[in-house]
């Protein structure tokens, strides 16, 4: 019986956890630090070794990602207030052509939403979506679904967004990696979420916004394209390059890696290009290039005082992400000291199911339960990485991205991005708020897991 008193521990501290969460009004980060000492002490730890190792665990997930969260952060206020996420909009409305718009816009998502919080970003560019629903005679239900589903999917996986990059640092895998195998993993998940928003023109053809007529929609498209004239917008290509830049770089930086792995580039690595990938392909040097770019391409004539307030403003939204993560950290810290995560890992090896999928249950009760994608994501993380990590030939980046993706799980109720999409969009009856965003979100999901299954066959 003793054997298992740290897997009831763990138990109790996870439903202590959820609990607190849901039910209290005490915040997700002293939550997780109570669960962080349940587990801790049911786990054979005294009280003192408990808070040491959450102090160290708390310092260590951070060491490695909170400063790229910060300056990603950054780079993503200067794209918002430049006028940049709308330039990349009209950029491919105007070369997809009539007809094609919530590919557009779905696509812009997919591009905006990593450097841009995912609700930010659609208020911003909500407005487009409904000139282009006046001029177009387009269902406004399809265009605005198609850029929240193409926001929401790279907003869950793929870095430096703060929830994949927190579960990154917990699972310890290369930033690099995270976010190529994000991108790939998201396209499916946007096209299946697209078709959808199709789908909802045919269920709601006549859908129009309540309380606004014909008038009042004209009047709102002129005031809008009489705005778009008079705002001055960065070019696509200055649009872009703060966002391109940092990928490519960090990508590079993760191909030499596999490179210097291969028998032909052993002992290479202190060749000149693979220090200099190595130097400005780490994820700090290239979102600080990033932040540079943004600055002095998106809004060269802005006073010092002024982008310093921009900056500023930004990391005002960091502070409680980068905390939950620290708090995440400690809590898996605590898990791997006690051996709480070798002896489930024991247990696990026996399922018959893989081992990945254990973040992915995880984020997705956790999702169903409390809501916030990125807290569920950076629990399942916590939860699960010291204790896959002790199984034999798991693939982490995989389980990673498990973890992302079990997050997207039937938003509804209790998660903010529900509530701007449908409150924005007129939308008051519970069961079509559902049908317009909590379905498309599940769909994503599924798509999600199988091809997270299909590449671990793969891989």
Same mark, same amino acid.
């Given at each position: 019986?003793?054997?298992?008193? &740290?897997?009831?521990?763990?138990g109790?501290?996870?439903?202590?956890?959820?609990?607190? $969460?849901?039910?209290t009004?005490?915040?997700?980060?002293?939550?997780?630090l109570?669960?962080?000492?349940?587990?801790?002490?049911?786990?054979?730890?005294?009280?003192?070794?408990?808070?040491?190792?959450?102090?160290?665990?708390?310092?260590?997930?951070?060491?490695?990602?909170?400063?790229?969260?910060?300056?990603g952060?950054?780079m993503?206020? /200067?794209?918002?207030i430049?006028?940049?996420?709308?330039?990349?909009?009209?950029?491919?409305?105007?070369?997809?052509?009539k007809?094609?718009?919530?590919?557009?816009? %779905?696509i812009?998502?997919?591009i905006?939403?990593?450097?841009?919080?995912v =609700?930010?970003?659609?208020v911003?560019?909500?407005?487009?979506?409904?000139?282009?629903?006046?001029?177009?005679?387009?269902?406004i239900? !399809?265009?605005?679904v198609?850029?929240?589903?193409? +926001?929401?999917?790279?907003?869950?996986?793929?870095?430096?967004?703060?929830?994949?990059?927190?579960?990154?640092g917990?699972?310890?895998? =290369?930033?690099?990696?995270?976010m190529?195998?994000?991108m $790939?993993?998201a396209?499916?998940?946007?096209?299946?979420?697209?078709?959808?928003?199709?789908?909802?023109?045919?269920?709601?053809?006549?859908?129009?916004?309540?309380?606004?007529?014909?008038?009042?929609?004209?009047?709102?498209?002129?005031?809008?394209?009489?705005?778009?004239?008079?705002? !001055?917008?960065?070019?696509?290509?200055?649009?872009?390059l &703060?966002?391109?830049? &940092?990928?490519?770089?960090?990508?590079?930086?993760?191909?030499?890696?596999?490179? +210097?792995?291969?028998?032909?580039?052993?002992?290479?690595?202190?060749?000149?290009?693979?220090?200099?990938?190595?130097?400005?392909?780490?994820? /700090? /040097?290239a979102?600080?290039?990033?932040?540079?770019?943004?600055?002095?391409?998106?809004?060269?004539?802005?006073?010092?005082?002024?982008?310093?307030?921009?900056?500023e403003a930004?990391?005002?939204?960091?502070?409680?992400?980068?905390?939950?993560?620290?708090?995440?950290?400690?809590?898996?810290?605590?898990?791997?000291?006690?051996?709480?995560?070798?002896?489930? %890992?024991?247990?696990?090896a026996?399922? &018959?199911? !893989?081992?990945?999928?254990?973040?992915?249950?995880i984020?997705?009760?956790v999702r169903?339960?409390?809501?916030?994608?990125? $807290?569920?994501?950076?629990?399942?993380a916590?939860?699960?990485?010291?204790?896959?990590?002790?199984?034999?030939?798991?693939?982490?980046?995989?389980a %990673?991205?498990?973890?992302?993706?079990g997050? +997207?799980f039937f938003s509804?109720?209790?998660?903010s991005?529900?509530?701007?999409?449908?409150?924005?969009?007129?939308?008051? =009856?519970?069961?079509?708020?559902?049908?317009?965003?909590?379905?498309? !979100?599940?769909? %994503?999901?599924?798509?999600?897991?199988?091809?997270?299954?299909?590449?671990?066959?793969?891989?």
């Open positions: 019986m003793a054997l298992y008193i &740290p897997i009831i521990g763990l109790v501290s996870v439903f202590t956890l959820i609990y607190l $969460v849901l039910r009004r005490i915040h997700a980060l002293v939550a997780m109570i669960a962080a000492i349940i587990a801790g002490v049911t786990g054979g730890l005294t009280i003192s070794n408990t808070v040491d190792v959450i102090t160290k665990g708390f310092g260590s997930t951070l060491g490695s990602i909170g400063i790229v969260i910060g300056l952060i950054m993503g206020r /200067i794209l918002e430049s006028g940049a996420a709308e330039q990349i909009a009209y950029s491919f409305i105007k070369w997809l052509g007809k094609r718009e919530e590919w557009a816009l %779905a812009t998502g997919y905006v939403s990593i450097p841009i919080f =609700d930010t970003a659609f911003l560019l909500y407005p487009l979506v409904k000139a282009l629903g006046k001029k177009g005679k387009r269902n239900l !399809t265009l605005g198609a850029l929240a589903g193409g +926001l929401v999917i790279t907003h869950h996986l793929v870095p430096p967004t703060p929830g994949p990059l927190g579960v990154a917990i699972f310890g895998v =290369d930033i690099g990696a995270m190529l195998v994000g $790939v993993l396209i499916p998940c946007v096209i299946g979420i697209v078709l959808y928003a199709q789908w909802l023109a045919i269920k709601y053809p006549e859908y129009q916004i309540p309380d606004e007529n014909t008038e009042s929609l004209e009047q709102i498209h002129q005031h809008y394209m009489e705005e778009k004239i008079n705002k !001055t917008l960065p070019s696509l290509f200055l649009s872009l &703060p966002i391109i830049v &940092p990928i490519v770089l960090i990508l590079i930086n993760a191909i030499n890696n596999v490179l +210097l792995k291969i028998d032909i580039f052993i002992g290479k690595e202190t060749y000149f290009y693979f220090q200099l990938f190595d130097f400005f392909g780490s994820p /700090i /040097i979102l600080a290039v990033s932040v540079l770019l943004a600055i002095y391409t998106l809004i060269p004539k802005v006073s010092k005082r002024e982008v310093t307030e921009h900056l930004g990391l005002q939204t960091a502070g409680i992400i980068l905390l939950v993560t620290g708090a995440g950290g400690a809590l898996g810290a605590v898990l791997r000291e006690s051996g709480t995560g070798t002896l489930l %890992a024991q247990q696990i026996n399922l &018959p199911i !893989t081992p990945i999928l254990i973040p992915f249950i984020a997705t009760l169903l339960i409390q809501g916030s994608g990125t $807290v569920a994501m950076i629990t399942a916590s939860i699960s990485a010291p204790i896959i990590s002790q199984i034999p030939e798991i693939n982490m980046l995989l %990673a991205q498990a973890a992302t993706l997050a +997207l509804y109720f209790n998660d991005l529900f509530w701007v999409i449908n409150r924005m969009m007129g939308i008051k =009856d519970a069961k079509q708020q559902m049908i317009v965003w909590s379905i498309p !979100t599940t769909i %994503a999901w599924g798509i999600g897991l199988c091809g997270v299954l299909l590449l671990n066959l793969v891989m």
